[in-house]
């Protein structure tokens, strides 16, 4: 007897078939920048595998199997940029599988309830959607206790779909429903291609078509919403803002101050400044994390004299290290915004990073560089606790153009506002809950070790720019890291590790500062939301049947009450009964001709 495909997965080898499906779709899956199609699919194995093992006696076993291939899969997609992560390599390797087991574990929790209490909602509406709210529910949780923030979470790049246009609107919650309502369909239709045996009869045709019938218009339902929305990636306009009218738009040249000395060594503050030097065209100018360390406040103050009396009109945002007062042991990353017109002191921006990675203490692979690197942050680092604020650069009129020309009286400048994020920062997914306006550019200094990493915290760095309606200047000092502009349709990667580069944006004019819907809803409303419509097909289902009772009740109460009128009776009296003048059973004749 010839045995078909389904009954090789489901019944012949279907431990071997899951585990190799798992490990190969986890090793493509899930790397430091996950794609959306490996996720999706990745997902819908894991829901079938789920849902085949949920009621049998091996489910502990077959469990254990699945964890152990996954995470596996997930060490492979990290290993390249982990292996130089800490100290020694096995060091990297325990930290790559202890993480990737741990974000397991949410994804077992979100199928585990998946199907206890899938079964238990009214509608298919409900069923389907059950297990996209609770993925999103359970990796909102990881990222708000995870000291790496969304780092890790199995969360797709913005490149790999069409669906970034709405991260605005619901954030990057929203992309992993649409993520886990893709798996969903997926898993569905590939369960009724395994379920498809030849010798397979359903107990109740009349009654099973029904259901799939039922089933089948869910679906349809969920398959159409999700392929409507990536309709408005294909029709809006993604070119970036023209910066060569300035009626509509604020000309801003914004630049990165990248030197690398060719012995390899750290780049010191004079050639920094030697960089900055060179860079007159700029509006402003960054720095990347710990450019420079600070022993002292008078120190820095000596360092933000000299960039003041930089022949350059620029505002540079200069990314630092200094050492605590009272602790020469321990280190804060500092950023301050210096411009020539500033008196000592006077820095436009001070912020200092809240986020650091307790590396060896917690053994996490991901970290950003300080000039010690055989220090790591959670010893050597004080976190703040200062939220970023929002600063307002008033750019006067260029050449060329008359003052009333530029801007209103009295003051005939155009306001910028700016805030500023620094590296692990970026992969928190509150760190701009707190900003009461809407920024143009946020600055973000940054130093990776590893192409992928640098890759990983670019794509945190513009969905945290695409969440606020804002675009981010992304400076990474690490030897291979990647530095661009983010956001404002503007995708690009301007450099791959030192070599100083500049760039000109445009600024919508005049700036509209309100924030975006997710940055006033927050990440809580959103999930509020979906749960609400998840629960939209219950109250709809419950509704509609209410509705029809009160409306089947209303009629015959109606019915009743016009009987009572004779001319109404006369009206709603069945007609009489025809007479069989033939006499011929079934034969009836029409008295009307």
Same mark, same amino acid.
């Given at each position: 007897?010839?045995?078909?495909?389904? %009954?090789?997965?489901?019944?012949?080898?279907?431990?071997?078939?899951?585990?190799?499906?798992?490990?190969?779709?986890?090793?493509? %899956?899930?790397?430091?920048?996950?794609?959306?199609?490996?996720?999706?699919?990745?997902?819908?194995?894991?829901?079938?595998?789920?849902?085949?093992?949920?009621?049998?006696?091996?489910?502990?076993?077959?469990?254990?199997?699945?964890?152990?291939?996954?995470?596996?899969?997930?060490?492979?997609?990290?290993?390249?940029?982990?292996?130089?992560?800490?100290?020694?390599?096995?060091?990297?390797?325990?930290? /790559?599988?202890?993480?990737?087991? #741990?974000?397991?574990?949410?994804?077992?929790?979100?199928?585990? @309830?998946?199907?206890?209490?899938?079964?238990?909602?009214?509608?298919?509406?409900?069923? @389907?959607?059950?297990?996209?709210?609770?993925?999103?529910?359970?990796?909102? /949780?990881?990222?708000?206790?995870?000291?790496?923030?969304?780092?890790?979470?199995?969360?797709?790049?913005?490149?790999?779909?069409?669906?970034?246009?709405?991260?605005?609107?619901?954030?990057?919650?929203?992309?992993?429903?649409?993520?886990?309502?893709?798996?969903?369909?997926?898993?569905?239709?590939?369960?009724?291609?395994?379920?498809?045996?030849?010798?397979?009869?359903?107990?109740?045709?009349?009654?099973?078509?029904?259901?799939?019938?039922?089933?089948?218009?869910?679906?349809? %339902?969920?398959?159409?919403?999700?392929?409507?929305?990536?309709?408005?990636?294909?029709?809006?306009?993604?070119?970036?803002?023209?910066?060569?009218?300035?009626?509509? =738009?604020?000309?801003?040249?914004?630049?990165?101050?990248?030197?690398?000395?060719?012995?390899?060594?750290?780049?010191?503050?004079?050639?920094?400044?030697?960089?900055?030097?060179?860079?007159?065209?700029?509006?402003? #100018?960054?720095?990347?994390?710990?450019?420079?360390?600070?022993?002292?406040?008078?120190?820095?103050?000596?360092?933000?004299?000299? #960039?003041?009396? @930089?022949?350059?009109?620029?505002?540079?945002?200069?990314?630092?290290?200094?050492? /605590?007062?009272?602790?020469?042991?321990?280190? +804060?990353?500092? *950023?301050?915004?210096?411009?020539?017109?500033? +008196?000592?002191?006077?820095?436009?921006?001070?912020?200092?990073?809240?986020?650091?990675?307790?590396?060896?203490?917690?053994?996490?692979?991901?970290?950003?560089?300080?000039?010690?690197?055989?220090?790591?942050?959670?010893?050597?680092?004080?976190?703040?606790?200062?939220?970023?604020? #929002?600063?307002?650069?008033? *750019?006067?009129?260029? +050449?060329?153009?008359?003052?009333?020309?530029?801007?209103?009286?009295?003051?005939?400048?155009?306001?910028?506002?700016?805030?500023?994020?620094?590296?692990?920062?970026?992969?928190?997914?509150?760190?701009?809950?707190?900003?009461?306006?809407?920024?143009?550019?946020?600055?973000?200094?940054?130093?990776?070790?590893?192409?992928?990493?640098?890759?990983?915290?670019?794509?945190?760095?513009?969905?945290? =720019?695409?969440?606020?309606?804002?675009?981010?200047?992304?400076?990474?000092?690490?030897?291979?890291?990647?530095?661009?502009?983010?956001?404002?349709?503007?995708?690009?990667?301007?450099?791959?590790?030192?070599?100083?580069?500049?760039?000109?944006?445009?600024?919508?004019?005049?700036?509209?500062?309100?924030?975006?819907?997710?940055?006033?809803?927050?990440?809580?409303?959103?999930?509020?939301?979906?749960?609400?419509?998840?629960?939209?097909?219950?109250?709809?289902?419950?509704?509609?049947?209410?509705?029809?009772?009160?409306?089947?009740?209303?009629? +015959?109460?109606?019915?009743? %009450? *016009?009987?009572?009128?004779?001319?109404?009776?006369?009206?709603?009296?069945?007609?009489?009964?025809?007479?069989?003048?033939?006499?011929?059973?079934?034969?009836?004749?029409?008295?009307?001709?």
């Amino acid at each position: 007897m010839t045995v078909t495909l389904q %009954a090789f997965i489901l019944t012949e080898h279907p431990t071997l078939c899951f585990a190799i499906a798992e490990l190969a779709l986890a090793s493509l %899956a899930l790397g430091p920048s996950p794609r959306f199609i490996p996720l999706v699919l990745l997902l819908s194995v894991l829901r079938i595998h789920g849902q085949r093992i949920a009621f049998l006696h091996t489910r502990g076993r077959e469990l254990l199997c699945s964890w152990l291939f996954i995470t596996a899969g997930s060490s492979l997609a990290h290993w390249a940029a982990a292996a130089n992560a800490l100290s020694s390599a096995a060091q990297s390797l325990t930290a /790559v599988i202890v993480l990737s087991a #741990i974000t397991y574990l949410f994804v077992v929790l979100s199928l585990y @309830l998946d199907i206890r209490v899938k079964g238990r909602l009214a509608t298919d509406w409900a069923q @389907l959607t059950l297990f996209p709210a609770l993925w999103v529910t359970s990796w909102s /949780v990881a990222s708000h206790i995870s000291p790496i923030g969304r780092l890790l979470n199995w969360s797709p790049v913005s490149e790999s779909h069409s669906y970034n246009w709405i991260v605005p609107f619901v954030g990057p919650v929203g992309i992993d429903w649409i993520v886990a309502a893709w798996a969903v369909v997926c898993s569905e239709l590939a369960a009724q291609w395994l379920m498809g045996f030849e010798d397979h009869e359903p107990l109740d045709r009349h009654c099973g078509q029904s259901l799939l019938s039922r089933r089948s218009k869910g679906l349809l %339902a969920l398959v159409t919403i999700l392929l409507a929305l990536t309709i408005p990636s294909f029709t809006f306009n993604n070119l970036p803002i023209r910066a060569d009218i300035p009626a509509d =738009a604020t000309s801003l040249t914004v630049g990165c101050a990248l030197p690398y000395p060719l012995d390899g060594s750290h780049p010191t503050l004079n050639d920094f400044i030697s960089e900055t030097s060179k860079m007159n065209a700029a509006t402003i #100018i960054l720095w990347p994390e710990s450019a420079v360390v600070f022993s002292s406040a008078k120190e820095r103050e000596a360092a933000f004299s000299r #960039i003041r009396e @930089l022949p350059v009109h620029a505002y540079v945002g200069v990314a630092f290290e200094e050492y /605590v007062m009272g602790d020469p042991s321990r280190t +804060k990353n500092g *950023l301050a915004l210096v411009h020539k017109d500033q +008196k000592p002191g006077d820095e436009v921006v001070q912020y200092y990073k809240r986020n650091l990675v307790p590396c060896k203490s917690g053994h996490l692979p991901y970290r950003c560089f300080s000039t010690k690197e055989t220090v790591t942050e959670s010893f050597s680092k004080v976190p703040s606790v200062d939220p970023p604020l #929002i600063t307002r650069l008033l *750019l006067h009129n260029p +050449k060329g153009m008359t003052k009333p020309e530029w801007a209103p009286a009295p003051n005939f400048t155009r306001p910028i506002p700016i805030t500023s994020s620094i590296c692990l920062d970026f992969a928190s997914p509150s760190g701009f809950t707190d900003l009461t306006s809407r920024p143009a550019l946020v600055l973000g200094p940054a130093r990776t070790w590893d192409t992928n990493v640098g890759l990983a915290m670019w794509e945190q760095a513009k969905t945290r =720019a695409s969440e606020i309606g804002s675009m981010v200047l992304w400076c990474d000092g690490g030897v291979t890291g990647v530095s661009g502009v983010g956001g404002g349709k503007i995708h690009e990667i301007m450099q791959v590790g030192g070599g100083t580069w500049m760039r000109t944006i445009g600024v919508p004019y005049p700036f509209d500062e309100e924030r975006t819907l997710y940055g006033k809803a927050g990440e809580f409303s959103v999930i509020v939301f979906l749960m609400a419509l998840m629960g939209g097909g219950v109250a709809g289902n419950h509704l509609l049947v209410e509705v029809s009772r009160g409306a089947f009740a209303a009629l +015959k109460g109606g019915r009743v %009450a *016009l009987r009572k009128i004779p001319f109404v009776r006369r009206m709603i009296a069945p007609p009489p009964v025809e007479v069989d003048l033939l006499g011929v059973p079934g034969e009836r004749q029409n008295l009307l001709g």
